[in-house]
């Protein structure tokens, strides 16, 4: 990787391979730096099931079990492909995704109660 590419990427950058740390302060530090590449995606993501509080027209549709199963089969494959345990994905996964459907509750009521009160006459 050239300078350029480095300092753009900034302490995003791992630098120790996991079974290569030697300490705990050094595998947090790259855990850290992990994270920091993780949560502006988890951000991104949540913007899209804002999103859907938008689309979805009634309530019922908030939770979508076949949805669901479908992301946290693909996310165990996924993990495993990479060599990483699927449990671990599977149980992050279905965390995220609760959180998520709270968000997305949250949202379609503010939205939905938003625009009914606006078709008050
Ligand atoms: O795909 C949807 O319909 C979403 O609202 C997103 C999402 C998710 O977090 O992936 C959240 C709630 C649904 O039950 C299923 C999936």
């Given at each position: 990787m050239n300078g350029a590419t480095q300092a753009s990427q900034g302490a995003t950058q791992t630098a120790t391979p996991p079974a290569q740390c030697r300490t705990l302060a050094e595998l947090r530090r790259e855990i850290d730096v992990l994270d920091a590449r993780i949560v502006p995606l988890l951000v991104q993501r949540c913007g899209y099931v804002a999103q859907a509080a938008r689309i979805?027209?009634?309530?019922?549709?908030?939770?979508?079990v076949a949805r669901i199963e479908a992301i946290v089969a693909r996310v165990r494959e996924q993990a495993s492909a990479l060599g990483g345990p699927p449990e671990v994905l599977e149980a992050a996964y279905r965390a995220l995704i609760a959180a998520s459907i709270e968000f997305e509750r949250a949202e379609f009521v503010r939205l939905h109660t938003a625009s009914a009160a606006k078709e008050q006459p």
């Open positions: 979805k027209q009634d309530a019922s549709q908030i939770v979508d």
